[in-house]
């Protein structure tokens, strides 16, 4: 790919993360934050937006503006993520 088609995709990318993205990431943690769990379709949303960020991150890693956006994004997928597991945790020990 040539560099200034790549620096496009990687502009488009970045504001569909922004746009998009994040205020799903952001909606979904409230509901972590109140105790739920998640369902099986915000699972989905975070295995495919996990695959999207470790190939975005792999092609883009020359750019350390770009290694620090899509780190930061894997490590907020990870608080959450780990949130929700804390959620579960909490839920299968209240019901045995």
């Known amino acids: 790919m040539q560099p200034e ?7 488009v990318l ?3 993360m922004i746009l998009h993205t994040l205020p799903r990431i952001h909606a979904i943690n409230k509901h972590m934050q109140q105790g739920d769990v998640l369902n099986e379709t915000e699972i989905a949303f975070f295995k495919h937006q ?3 960020i470790d190939h975005c991150y792999h092609q883009y890693n020359h750019d350390p503006q770009c290694r620090v956006i899509f780190s930061s994004l894997a490590h907020l997928f990870y608080r959450v993520i780990h949130r929700a597991l804390n959620n579960q945790k909490r839920q299968a020990v209240g019901v045995d």
């Open 5 to 11: 088609v790549a620096d496009k995709m990687m502009v």
């Open 14 to 16: 970045l504001d569909d």
């Open 50 to 52: 996990l695959k999207r």
